[in-house]
């Protein structure tokens, strides 16, 4: 993750041939990350898995070469410690149980709230009170009528009222008034690019990866184990992993196939991802093959991987799969594809529906898709925002019900990945606006269109997920299960929902 932007050079970026592969890979992170909270969760005990504490039994050298410059050691030093801790992250959260208390519980309904009320919203610096959210979405009307003037002395008083340090409303302002400021200034994709976090954030951001919430963790498990049942009798399991980026899906799939009765299977990954900017597209995905690979190796997994970076998915060909005959194909999505360009910023050819062709063309056995639903893909703006408020309202709410105001990594992943969505939903458009969730509905639609067929839940593994989400949570966090939909959300706002299909 070496080739992120810094600040200073976001003004010169859009002026070189980088620019779409930086603007690309950005929202590649940011997909991944879009609900990795900042907070210290605990890990779902689902299987009560017996773990060993240390995957790598090497000693880890911080010694930098003495040949090279200062600088060239440090920056050596500092990319060694970053892979470092994140396999240390790996170990310590994806591959442990609450037996082992790895990490404490948050997100329960012993946890404090912050408290306060949705619609009239306190100033923060007087006792005055002003409806935030309709003094935004006035302000957005005022932005798409060209009425500059009303637009700033609407702003003007928004940021008398919103701090990034206050209460969930405030915070949520604040991040909105920034995407406004930004359309009004047309700098919206210089700022988004420069919201891109550095390695130390993503490590942060995995200590906590089950967060305060069950959402990914419950989507993984979901995903994992239809795809182990659907493999629980193959010779050879192969999982084409749309958006692999850490891989932080697999250890756990891993440990499930060395356990298997009668041996584990052999495991081939394809991991693909957008490439990196720089002299090295492929550095990290081809990072997240050597570290999964050490996992395989541990648990005595015969383990194959390939490597795949393109910038345009729609374009892989079939025969860069390499597929295998009589092998288990397995396809997985891990809230990536809402990144994928559709028919609204490219006319009838939609890459979202030729990617999904692309799978059909597979004939897999299985296909594993996890979404964040929100209706926020209208090419309207004033539409397009007040959907994303409603959204980020809930989660913005979600985190200051469960978290505390003045957490770092809360702070963090607010500022690098909330704001950032927001920046680019607000203020970008065209091919340049990258965050274009749709709903499930509309996913399922294009699903079937697409030539699959909704596949089952196990109920014993339905039941299992229900308690999980329901046992020592906020009572506010939503579970439900629609048809082969497995729906999460809260306060009744759906926020994301994990699905199975068989071609």
């Given at each position: 993750?070496d ?17 779409e592969?930086?603007l ?6 940011d ?5 990795l909270?900042?907070n210290?969760?605990?890990?779902i ?7 060993t ?5 090497g000693k880890k050298?911080?010694?930098?070469d003495k040949s090279?410059?200062?600088e060239?050691s440090?920056?050596?030093?500092c990319?060694?410690?970053e892979?470092i801790e994140?396999?240390?992250?790996f170990?310590?959260v994806?591959l442990?149980s ?7 519980r948050v997100?329960t309904q ?7 009320k ?5 100033g923060?610096?007087?006792g ?7 003094l935004?979405?006035?302000c957005?009307?005022s932005v798409a009528?060209a009425?500059y003037?009303a637009?700033?002395?609407k702003?003007q ?14 915070r949520?302002?604040?991040y909105?008034a920034?995407?406004?400021e930004?359309?009004?200034?047309g700098s919206g ?6 919201l891109t976090p550095?390695?130390?954030?993503i490590?942060?951001?995995?200590k ?6 069950p959402w ?28 692999i980026l850490?891989?932080?899906q ?8 060395s356990?298997r ?8 990954i ?8 720089g002299f090295?597209?492929s550095q990290m995905?081809?990072e997240t093959g050597?570290?999964l ?9 015969p ?6 970076t393109?910038m345009?998915w ?8 390499k ?11 891990l809230?990536?594809f809402?990144?994928l360009?559709d028919?609204t ?5 939609s ?7 692309l799978?059909?063309?597979?004939n897999p056995?299985i ?5 964040c639903s929100?209706?926020?893909n209208s090419?309207f703006?004033v539409?397009?925002?007040?959907e994303?408020?409603l959204?980020y309202?809930a989660?913005?709410?979600?985190l200051d019900a469960?978290?505390?105001?003045h957490?770092?990594?809360?702070l ?9 969505e927001?920046m680019?939903?607000?203020a970008?458009?065209g091919?340049?606006r990258?965050?274009?969730t ?5 996913w399922?639609?294009?699903?079937m ?7 089952a839940?196990n109920?014993?593994?339905a039941?299992?997920?229900r308690?999980?989400a329901?046992e020592?949570y906020?009572k506010?966090?939503?579970?439900l ?6 729906i ?14 068989v071609a």
């Amino acid at each position: 993750m070496d080739a992120f932007l810094s600040a200073n050079s976001v003004s010169k970026v859009f002026f070189n041939d980088d620019a779409e592969a930086i603007l690309q890979f950005k929202r590649g992170v940011d997909d991944a990350n879009r609900f990795l909270h900042a907070n210290k969760h605990l890990v779902i005990n689902l299987n009560n898995y017996l773990v060993t504490p240390d995957l790598y039994n090497g000693k880890k050298h911080y010694h930098s070469d003495k040949s090279g410059s200062e600088e060239e050691s440090r920056s050596k030093h500092c990319a060694v410690y970053e892979d470092i801790e994140l396999s240390e992250v790996f170990d310590k959260v994806l591959l442990c149980s609450d037996d082992n208390d790895c990490l404490p519980r948050v997100g329960t309904q012993q946890n404090t709230r912050s408290g306060h009320k949705r619609h009239l919203k306190k100033g923060r610096d007087s006792g005055e009170f002003v409806d935030l959210e309709s003094l935004l979405v006035s302000c957005a009307r005022s932005v798409a009528d060209a009425d500059y003037r009303a637009a700033k002395d609407k702003l003007q008083k928004i940021r008398q009222h919103s701090s990034p340090t206050g209460d969930a409303n405030q915070r949520l302002a604040n991040y909105f008034a920034d995407g406004l400021e930004a359309r009004l200034a047309g700098s919206g994709t210089q700022l988004y690019v420069a919201l891109t976090p550095n390695n130390t954030i993503i490590a942060e951001m995995l200590k906590s990866y089950m967060s305060s919430w069950p959402w990914m963790r419950l989507s993984i498990f979901f995903a994992n184990r239809m795809i182990y049942e659907v493999a629980s009798n193959g010779a050879s399991l192969h999982v084409i992993d749309f958006g692999i980026l850490y891989g932080i899906q697999w250890p756990t799939l891993i440990r499930d196939l060395s356990q298997r009765p009668g041996g584990p299977p052999k495991l081939r990954i394809t991991g693909i991802e957008l490439p990196q900017p720089g002299f090295r597209p492929s550095q990290m995905v081809d990072e997240t093959g050597r570290r999964l690979a050490k996992y395989c190796e541990h648990f005595n997994v015969p383990f194959e991987y390939n490597a795949i970076t393109k910038m345009n998915w729609e374009r892989i060909k079939i025969d860069e799969l390499k597929l295998v005959s009589g092998e288990v194909v397995a396809v997985n999505s891990l809230v990536r594809f809402h990144h994928l360009l559709d028919e609204t910023a490219v006319g009838a050819d939609s890459p979202r529906d030729a990617v999904l062709k692309l799978i059909r063309e597979v004939n897999p056995h299985i296909y594993a898709q996890t979404v964040c639903s929100g209706p926020q893909n209208s090419p309207f703006f004033v539409t397009r925002f007040r959907e994303a408020l409603l959204f980020y309202t809930a989660i913005f709410d979600l985190l200051d019900a469960t978290l505390p105001r003045h957490d770092n990594q809360r702070l963090n992943l607010e500022k690098e990945f909330m704001g950032g969505e927001i920046m680019n939903i607000v203020a970008c458009e065209g091919k340049e606006r990258l965050q274009r969730t749709e709903t499930c509905k509309q996913w399922q639609s294009r699903i079937m269109r697409a030539g699959f067929k909704p596949m089952a839940v196990n109920p014993r593994l339905a039941k299992k997920l229900r308690y999980e989400a329901r046992e020592g949570y906020d009572k506010d966090f939503l579970f439900l299960e629609d048809g082969n939909w497995i729906i999460q959300g809260w306060k009744g706002r759906i926020i994301g929902g994990s699905s199975c299909w068989v071609a």
